[in-house]
C-alpha cells in the first residue's frame, strides 16, 4: 500500500507556495497526495465580476494541482478571511471528512502564527482533527511557510527544522504556480515566480543545498 500524503491549505494556490517542491518529489517516490482546499478565496478582496473571478480560480486550482499529480482534490468554501466568523468544529468536520476517507500518513498543513486569520485556524483545525488516538492513520505533521502572509507576521516567528531538497522539483512547483495566473504579481512581491525561486534558493543555502523548501515538524510518530 502506497503512503499517503494531504495537504490542507486555507486557499487555492497555498498548497502551491507552501509544499508543491517537495510533495511533487514524494509523488516521484511513489506517494499518494490528496489536497483539501477549506476556503473560496477571493470574496474578501472586492474584486469586479467576483463569481467569474472564483470560477477562474477553481480552474487554475485544478490545473496547478495535475501538473505534479495529486490524485484528487477535495473542496470546501468557507468564507475568505473569515474563518473566525465560523464554528471550529464545522472546519475540523470538513478535515475529519477527507481525512478519514483518505488515511493520510502525512499532513502538510499551514502555520500557527501566520499572519493570516484562515491560515492560523486551518492549523488549529488540522491538530484538532488528527488527535493522537489508537486509530489515527496521520503519523507526521509539517508546517510550511505562505509567501506573503507568514514572512509578514512581525516579530518573526517561523523557525523551520525539516529542510527538502527541491533542486529536481523547483521546475514543477513553478510550472504549478504559473498555472495561478489570477494569483500571481510582479516582483518585487513575493508571490511571483521569482519570489518564489529566490525564498527557494534561500532556503536551500541555509542548508548548503541549491533549493529546499522549509517545514517546521509539529508530530513525528516513529
Known amino acids: 500500500m502506497k503512503n499517503k500524503i494531504l495537504i490542507i491549505a486555507a486557499h ?16 516521484k ?11 473560496e478565496g477571493k470574496t474578501s478582496r472586492n474584486e469586479e465580476n467576483i463569481e467569474n473571478q472564483k470560477s477562474i480560480l477553481e480552474n487554475e486550482l485544478i490545473l496547478a494541482n495535475n501538473i505534479i499529480g495529486v490524485k484528487k482534490v477535495f473542496r470546501e468554501y468557507f468564507p475568505d478571511n473569515s474563518f473566525d466568523k465560523v464554528a471550529l468544529l464545522e472546519i475540523v468536520k470538513a478535515i475529519e ?6 488515511k493520510p500518513d502525512i499532513i502538510f498543513t499551514h502555520y500557527e502564527n501566520d499572519l493570516n486569520i484562515d491560515h492560523q485556524i486551518t492549523y488549529q483545525a488540522t491538530i484538532t482533527a488528527t488527535r493522537s488516538l489508537p486509530d489515527e492513520s496521520v503519523k507526521e505533521i509539517y508546517s510550511f511557510e505562505v509567501l506573503s502572509s507568514t514572512e509578514w507576521k512581525y516579530p ?4 523551520p527544522d525539516v ?10 512547483k513553478l510550472k504549478a504556480m504559473s498555472c495561478y495566473k489570477s494569483e500571481l504579481k510582479d516582483f518585487p512581491h513575493p508571490r511571483s515566480l521569482e519570489g518564489i525561486e529566490l525564498n527557494a534558493k534561500y532556503n536551500g543555502m541555509r ?7 522549509a517545514f517546521k515538524s509539529i508530530k513525528v510518530i516513529r
Open 12 to 27: 487555492p494556490d497555498d498548497e502551491v507556495l507552501g509544499c508543491f517542491g517537495a510533495v511533487s518529489k514524494m509523488i
Open 29 to 39: 517516490q511513489g506517494y499518494e497526495a490528496y489536497t483539501l482546499i477549506l476556503g
Open 97 to 102: 471528512n477527507t481525512k478519514n476517507e483518505i
Open 156 to 159: 518573526l516567528s517561523f523557525s
Open 163 to 172: 529542510f527538502y531538497d527541491i533542486s529536481d522539483t523547483l521546475n514543477l
Open 207 to 213: 542548508v548548503g543545498l541549491k533549493y529546499a523548501e
